[in-house]
Nanobody, 123 residues
Framework: QAQLVESGGGLVQPGGSLRLSCAAS????????MGWYRQAPGKQRELVAV???????NYADSVKGRFTISRDNAKNTVYLQMNSLKPEDTGVYLC?????????????????WGQGTQVTVSS
């Protein structure tokens, strides 16, 4: 399995910005897609943004125009630039990756999750 490590969360005032990073490591052969989900208290986990190997992206309607997802394929790293943050953006942000990796000399698919990073938007 690939290991994902997130960073960049924290406390920010409404209207502020944060940049999240997620680096994938391990015997990775390729990554098809990397994305960010968020989990708010009492709510279901929701997809925030996803970027595929070809560069196509999708965003939740609630973040369109405010968040930008990008990817450094050479570093197996995905970023989420979050601007104009709102209190409703508060939650644990989790990184997800789908791809293939070498396991016991065999190429296998994987889906991995990071441990999550807390984002709190509050005055």
């Amino acid at each position: 399995q690939a290991q994902l490590v997130e960073s960049g969360g924290g406390l920010v005032q409404p209207g502020g910005s944060l940049r999240l990073s997620c680096a994938a490591s391990g015997s990775i052969f390729s990554i098809i897609a990397m994305g960010w989900y968020r989990q708010a208290p009492g709510k279901q986990r929701e997809l925030v943004a996803v970027i595929r190997s070809g560069g196509s992206t999708n965003y939740a309607d609630s973040v369109k125009g405010r968040f930008t997802i990008s990817r450094d394929n050479a570093k197996n790293t995905v970023y989420l630039q979050m601007n104009s943050l709102k209190p409703e953006d508060t939650g644990v942000y989790l990184c997800n990756a789908d791809g293939s990796h070498w396991f016991g000399g065999v190429l296998k698919t994987f889906q991995s999750w990071g441990q999550g990073t807390q984002v709190t938007v509050s005055s």
